[in-house]
């Protein structure tokens, strides 16, 4: 029953999340972070794997309709979809690129099951060398993607810094956080990152002038019929499974993982297609973009459930949920072992469940998008802010949380890239496994 | 009728004027040792009537604040080395006494573990001859342990009296830190307690304990020249409750409530031995152990 719950809802949050531009899933923890402490692990990580997979289904549907980018992962779904859209294929495109995800998102399962099986020889990659080599790879293609690199040094590390307040392992964290104080149980995260990213975002899309693209719905009421068909049509399944070997190689390595690979499938899909401008190509290029991001999505999960190891932000974040409440490598292994066939079996459910919603009923996200298009972002902003403030409270921090909240946001507004303040998150949230580590390291070998 | 009706309204109103809140600080993460320990004292002591609020705490100072404006009936677990009652004051997790509002003290000892030295399965150095043998050959020999006052005290007494060997200390956030870095063999020996005898199951060896009389080698013993032997205390440690005002008839049913079946099954779980007022250690005989060992610490470390 309470698995029931836990994917209702994260289904639930996942198709807001998906449809409102620049929410990604770090995003959604943040937010939902005060909530998920009180969770257990199991619970914490069922939420994130139906989330992580709904969420990828539905960016696209505001892409290919309205032409907006969220996120990076959009940009091909804008470039194609929203081409193919214009030219009266809306339909066609919307049935297809959920069946193309769908996929994807097997194919990706099915490379998760084998890694889950075949998990215990891998037991080097617990090591300080491998952890320290896939966390830093991560930050500097991190940084080295980022426009401004200096800016985004800056950043990461100041994100190192403030992520080791309170850590007794480096002992040079005692001159920049004094003991004895407040920052002994280090910065609250829930407010400093809802202040650093939630509330400016949300907040500039709040007060946005530009309105919410006008768009008929009724024109794609289209018959029963004439939608399975459009969901049944496998005409290019080799470019569905071109880039789900994309996302699934693309996926497992640090810092390019699932926000780059539909970029690289398209890419290839291009080349492939000579840069034509056809219908075809047009449905090539977004269908492979959209698999890789898919099957990218679950790939991504592996090192994390597997090694403990989180290479994207939002895993990040899910990680620190989880270690608080005792998740390692050891148990980490246990919990695959045990739960394996749960985990498989969600996959596939909930990947079912978000096809025939994405790529059936279509008009009922987009009358959803529009009401939200109105209220969505006002109504998260002040949710997120009473629940970090109601945490404070209940941790007997309330001053010290709405210190923090106010201080980041002003230093989130200040900072209009969203990629670049990804650095300063990702590096704060692995503070606390990367800098003891490099101490270790530094110990043994110097 | 209505007399019954009375007399059990009488009954319960007074029930809920002479039931206590009693409130456990807890300022380590949710789901470890003193977490299950607290779980099975809170049982009891609702199987006793009484209402326990349960607390977690980022840090000690965030748990001090709150006993600084909650004072009644709060207590706070800790480690013995977490909280410092003489001078030593060197890393441990809680501020100096001097910072607080009411003077805190031990209301009673729960319970003990023992440290010991234990090599990391695989690892060839499983004697102290053999480490010294590798460290002759150029080995580096690294120790895990988890940071805090007496582990770091005690390993580097320990690598200080053995100059031969080159140890490499290397401290970590706790046992949930430690572990996955043994599995990885990112160190070759272990200090501490919460992680030896899964150690040993998987086929580590117990090089030494800290403590003498246990039928393995006292680590004191193991030191270059011999004549600094008994320079080495014993690492007698455990976990106490500390409050600043406690009701006496909360003392008497925590009393109890430490000696139930809940604690002793929970500390079979932990692999720990219960001790405090319920097993006739006083708390002053505890806050006596504690400054002791903090007084030797301090004795050596200068």
Redesign the interface.
């Known amino acids: 029953m309470e698995l029931f719950l836990v994917l209702v809802l994260a289904i639930f949050v996942g198709i807001l999340a998906g449809l409102l531009p620049g929410i990604g899933a770090g995003m959604v923890i943040i937010s939902a972070y005060p909530i998920l402490q009180k969770c257990d692990i199991n619970t914490i990580f069922f939420f994130y794997i139906v989330l992580i997979t709904t969420m990828q289904y539905y960016g696209s549907i505001s892409s290919i309709i309205f032409g907006v980018m969220g996120e990076p992962t959009s940009q091909p779904a804008v470039d194609n979809g929203h081409e193919l859209f214009r030219r009266g294929l809306g339909d066609k495109t919307l049935a297809t690129t959920a069946t193309s995800s769908f996929i994807a998102s097997l194919f990706g399962v099915l490379v998760f099951c084998v890694c889950a099986k075949y998990s215990t020889f891998l ?2 990659f ?3 060398i ?1 952890k320290v080599s896939i966390l830093t790879s991560v930050l500097l293609l991190l940084v080295a993607t980022n426009k401004n690199k200096l800016f985004g040094i800056v950043l990461l590390l100041l994100g190192l810094v403030f992520g080791s307040a ?4 480096v002992p040079w964290i005692n001159q920049v956080f004094p003991k ?3 920052f ?3 910065i609250p995260f829930s407010a400093l990152l809802t202040g650093f990213i939630v509330i400016p975002t949300l907040l500039s899309y709040s007060l946005e002038s530009k309105p919410i693209p006008v768009f008929n719905s009724s024109s794609l009421d289209i018959s029963f019929k004439s939608k399975i068909k459009n969901l049944l049509d496998f005409s290019y399944f080799t470019s569905t499974l071109r880039g789900s070997i994309v996302g699934c190689v693309a996926g497992i390595i640090p810092g390019v993982s699932y926000t780059i690979s539909s970029n690289l499938a398209e890419m290839i899909e291009k080349f492939l297609n000579k840069k034509s401008n056809t219908n075809e190509a047009l449905t090539k290029n977004i269908l492979s973009a959209e698999a890789a991001n898919n099957a990218g999505s679950i790939v991504v999960l592996i090192p994390l459930l597997l090694f ?1 190891i989180p290479i994207v932000p939002s895993e990040a974040l899910i990680m620190s949920l989880v ?4 998740f ?3 148990t980490g292994l246990s919990f695959i072992s045990k739960h394996f066939v749960i985990i498989t079996f969600l996959l596939v459910f909930v990947n079912l469940i978000n096809w025939f919603i994405s790529g059936y009923c279509y008009k009922f996200i987009i009358d959803l998008y529009k009401f939200l298009g109105k209220y969505g972002y006002t109504l998260t902003l002040i949710g997120s802010t009473i629940i970090v403030l109601i945490t404070g409270y209940n ?3 309330f001053l010290y949380t709405t210190y923090v909240l106010l201080i980041s946001t002003i230093c989130g507004s200040l900072i209009k890239d969203t990629g670049t303040k990804m650095i300063f998150v990702f590096s704060f949230f692995v503070a ?1 496994d990367l800098v ?1 580590d490099f101490y ?1 390291l530094y ?2 070998y110097f | 009728m209505k007399n019954l009706i009375k007399i059990l309204m009488c009954l319960a109103i007074s029930s809920v004027a002479n039931a206590e809140e009693i409130t456990f600080s807890n300022i380590y ?4 040792s003193t977490d299950i320990v607290v779980t099975a004292i809170s049982d009891n002591l609702e199987k006793q009537g009484e209402t326990v609020n349960r ?1 977690y ?6 748990a001090i ?2 006993m600084n404006s909650n004072t009644k009936n709060n207590l706070i677990i800790l480690d013995y080395e977490d909280m410092v009652f003489g001078n030593l004051n060197k ?1 441990a ?1 809680c ?2 006494q001097v ?1 607080y509002k009411n003077k805190i003290s031990i209301y009673s000892s729960v319970y003990e573990f023992s440290y010991g030295l234990v090599s990391v399965p695989g690892f060839t150095g499983t004697s102290y001859a053999k480490l010294k043998e590798l460290s002759s050959a150029g080995t ?1 020999i ?1 120790i895990g342990y988890s ?2 006052p007496y582990n770091t005290y005690m390993v580097k007494l320990f690598a200080s009296r053995n100059p031969s060997i080159n140890f ?6 706790g046992t ?2 430690l ?3 043994y ?4 160190f070759d020996l272990y200090y501490g307690s919460g992680l030896k005898k899964e150690m040993i199951e998987r086929g580590g060896v117990l090089i030494a304990s800290a403590k003498r009389n246990t039928g393995v080698t006292f680590m004191g013993d193991l030191a270059e020249p011999e004549s600094i032997k008994n320079e080495f205390p014993e690492h007698q440690t455990g976990v106490m409750l500390v409050t600043s005002n406690l009701s006496t008839t909360s003392q008497d049913k925590i009393a109890i409530a430490l000696k139930s079946i809940e604690v002793v099954n929970a500390l079979k779980k932990i692999d720990a031995t219960a001790t405090g007022i319920a097993h006739g250690v006083s708390a002053s005989e505890t806050l006596k152990r504690v400054i002791d060992f903090e007084k030797k610490l301090e004795q050596i470390s200068k």
């Open positions: 037991i080097m617990l090591s300080a491998f309170g850590s007794e392992i004895y104080s407040v002994d149980g280090g403990a270690q608080a409440n005792g390692n490598y050891l941790d007997n921090q606390s003891p270790r110990l043994t | 993460p949710p789901g470890g607390q705490f980022k840090s000690c100072y965030d604040q709150y890393g997790k501020p100096p910072d580096k690294r940071v805090g490499v200390l290397l401290p970590y956030a949930g830190a572990r996955p870095a599995l990885a063999k990112d």
